[in-house]
């Protein structure tokens, strides 16, 4: 339980790089907000597990792995980016902002609940 | 997909081994991500090399903590040998504030052995003759098998708000209970009781500590212990706030065993169970009057029931010859312990929520 926010931060780290390397269905971004919105997911996942991860138990080390695979999720996201549409294009404009902001606002209040 | 590529360098152009200003941006991205990352490491923090007090037991609890990993700030200890004090402290005085945690219990069951040497309330009056629990299971537990930890009472009553608060208050370093004496009423009429056998019990604790403050018709559980157990031991630096309004200005934050600021417990109605807060000066005093046997309801000490492998008393468990009690609360820990045959106490008080049992343990058993 006490290692959760670390496994977390782990998965999400991951689900950005995908987001950004990948063209796998269900993994690559399709739009440039799904990408920002995964960043965002990547580095709230990052400030949760930095908080609340034991690391006086574990080698704090270990931070750099999660760390080291959003830093190549932003090298991937910078190199697909001027690809990508702004929104996507198969779904209506509006569903997909108000899914992006209610996912960046359920992540501002993760953090300000967890870390702040 | 969209096709913007850049064009293919023609073959007449000279092939070029720069990358391209994408690739550099990209990698320039990632490696400041990086470094940003690493300059934000995690870093634990470390018992104080600020130290003051006896040098070899200051050296001895370094031994002792070696290695251990866990996240450590202020600390200090004492070893009481007969009339013999010797204390080590690690970023901290005699007079640094630490929460006491559930050492608080053994307060609170001083207090019911000084009531019953008063003769307002006996080990068998029953909860229901001073709270308002009704007619419900409850109401039959006597105050005996509350400090004796037997009552049958869950650890923590177990409502859907309390388990929520538990939870979100694990997270958030804040602190977890928040009950009214109203709350904790309800709560007691709405639990079921189990087996009258060992079973450590928070609620039962704060359910015995309201109980005797409405024995002894005194204001609340702070005002309680001052007058009773604090005041006559001298330990002018100790109290049990029940809210936030109650702490002191030498009043400091304690650290999580992640390394967070941890918010105190106050512990509104559950205060008998924990809220205590002291110094290391005031807790020689209390272990040094429970070792001689001059505490107010030093009774309390005394084994009466099975506790596991151990005795209990009225909170006080009793393993082999040490009689002890420990205390953990969002950003504190605590042990207290004697001996009365090898005339021995050991207080230790830690400014981070990482148990301390092993180090008193180890300490009442250093030659």
Known sequence: ?116 | MTTNRRPSPRRTERPTRRPPRRAVVAAVAALAVFAAGALVIPRPPQLSAETSGDDRLVAEVRRLLDGEGAVRDRLSVAVIDGAEVRTAHFGATDDTEYEIGSVTKTVTGSLLADAIDRGEVTGSTPLGDLLDVGGSAAASITLDELATQSSGLPRLPLSAGMIVSAIVANFRASDPYRSTLADLESDARASAVGEKQFLYSNFGFALLGQALVAAAGADDYEALAAQRVFEPLGMRDSYAPSSRDGLRDTAVEGLTATGRTAAAWTMGADSPAGSTRSTLADMVRYARAQLDGTAPGVAATEPRADAGESRIGFAWLTSDDVTWHNGQTGGYASWVGFDRDADRAVVVVNGSSVSVDDLGLALMEAN
């Open chain 1, 1 to 116: 339980m006490e290692y959760f926010p670390g496994f977390l931060a782990l998965a999400f780290a991951l689900v950005f790089l995908a987001a950004g390397a990948t063209r796998w269905k269900g993994f690559g971004a399709s739009s440039r907000l799904e990408l920002v919105v995964a960043a965002l997911t990547a580095v709230a996942g990052l400030a949760v597990a930095r908080a609340l991860m034991p690391w006086g138990e574990v080698s704090a080390l270990l931070w750099l792995v999660p760390v080291a695979i959003t830093a190549a999720g932003v090298a991937a996201a910078v190199w697909i980016w001027p690809f990508l549409p702004a929104l996507r294009p198969d779904r209506p404009a509006r569903r997909t902002v108000v899914f992006g902001s209610l996912n960046t606002v359920v992540l501002l209040a993760v953090v300000a609940l967890f870390v702040l």
